[in-house]
């Protein structure tokens, strides 16, 4: 869906409109941040709407928040764990911050000699997830950097951004735009700095949002994104189009879709065709040349094992259900 709707609009090549169906507002295609805005913004506030959510989730009084030395010894394999984990989720395409969290719980979990306090405040199940979380926004950079590849829906934001501002990320990013490659490391290092200025004094500040009552947070939510979606091109039909986004994925949480990989397809679909053309270009027209260049021979036989995988997988899974219901 997300290659569908990024070829709406004009043609590279050819300068025809693809898919407008007549309408003027779909000439130049659909906007980036209209569609994710509409997909995680909208969304899921349409999507909370059906849960039942009490106003205030915080009633308790916030305590101390600083670490003891007991805390420190009993997380620091967890931190060590969680970091490694991470690292190497937040490399893989699609892997993230979320993935890497959960992987590294389910670890904690496995490691720990008293794995019934998980979910009760076990200190490793707080510190490994946020270790890998951390380690996993930094090491999404990565192939951003590298290969120009938006690894997670976020990375894929912040991609748009720089192609937006004229920045092609890729190989030749640190010789082109070496202010912004060295910026974005810099960035980290002040980056947790200053997180750990404004978080620990003022999370008792940052915890009273929770309690602000759902009905006046979503519509406030909703305001600030159609002010933002319209100041893009100062055009109502963005403002229809986040609506129609905003539908889409709220059916998309409704039917267990994971919406992130839309908007990274929408964003890499543009580059996957101009690299199809010119594949198509150099071959004449025959697509035998995905096969017989070795690297993306290579890359096509992995893609093809971990799809075949995770077919394999679901039939497993499926297959046990219907035992167990048998049963």
Same mark, same amino acid.
Do not use: C
């Given at each position: ?24 507002? +779909? ?12 997909? &995680? ?105 590298? $290969? ?7 990375? %894929? ?44 004094? +003022? ?19 909703? +305001?600030?994104?159609?002010? *933002? ?11 229809? %189009? $986040? ?13 267990? &879709? ?25 071959? *004449?027209?025959?697509?035998?040349? &995905? ?5 993306? %021979?290579? +890359? ?28």
């Amino acid at each position: 869906m997300g290659l569908l709707l990024a070829s709406v609009g004009l043609d590279p090549v050819t300068g025809k409109t693809r898919f407008s169906f007549g309408i003027v507002g +779909l000439q130049s295609g659909f906007d980036f941040v209209t569609l994710a805005m509409g997909v &995680f913004g909208v969304g899921e506030i349409l999507y909370n709407l059906e849960q039942n959510m009490a106003s205030g989730l915080v009633t308790t009084k916030i305590g101390r928040i600083y670490p003891t030395l007991k805390d420190w010894a009993a997380s620091k394999w967890a931190i060590l764990r969680g970091s490694i984990i991470g690292f190497f989720t937040g490399v893989i395409p699609g892997g993230g911050a979320v993935v890497a969290s959960l992987t590294s719980y389910a670890v904690e979990k496995k490691f720990s000699k008293h794995p019934e306090e998980f979910g009760h405040g076990a200190i490793e199940g707080v510190a490994g997830p946020e270790s890998a979380n951390n380690a996993a926004a930094s090491a999404s950079f990565i192939p951003l950097l590298t $290969l120009g590849i938006p690894s997670n829906a976020s990375i %894929a934001m912040i991609y748009a951004a720089l192609l937006i501002q004229g920045v092609t990320p890729g190989p030749f990013l640190i010789k082109e735009h070496p202010e912004v490659f060295w910026g974005v490391i810099a960035s980290m290092y002040v980056g947790n700095a200053m997180l750990l200025a404004l978080n620990l004094p +003022l999370v008792g500040l940052w915890v009273q949002l929770l309690k602000v009552p759902f009905g006046i947070l979503a519509p406030t939510v909703i +305001l600030f994104t159609t002010v *933002g979606v319209y100041s893009i091109s100062n055009d109502t039909f963005q403002v229809f %189009a $986040l609506i129609f986004f905003g539908i889409f994925g709220y059916f998309l949480r409704k039917l267990d &879709f994971e919406p992130g990989p839309l908007p990274m397809a929408f964003v890499l679909g543009p580059i996957i065709e101009n690299s199809l053309r010119q594949s198509l270009l150099m071959s *004449g027209g025959k697509m035998i040349i &995905f096969v017989t260049r070795p690297i993306s %021979a290579a +890359l096509l036989a992995i893609f093809a094992l971990l799809v075949i995988g995770q077919i394999v997988k679901a039939l497993r899974v499926l297959k046990g259900k219907k035992q167990s219901a048998l049963l």
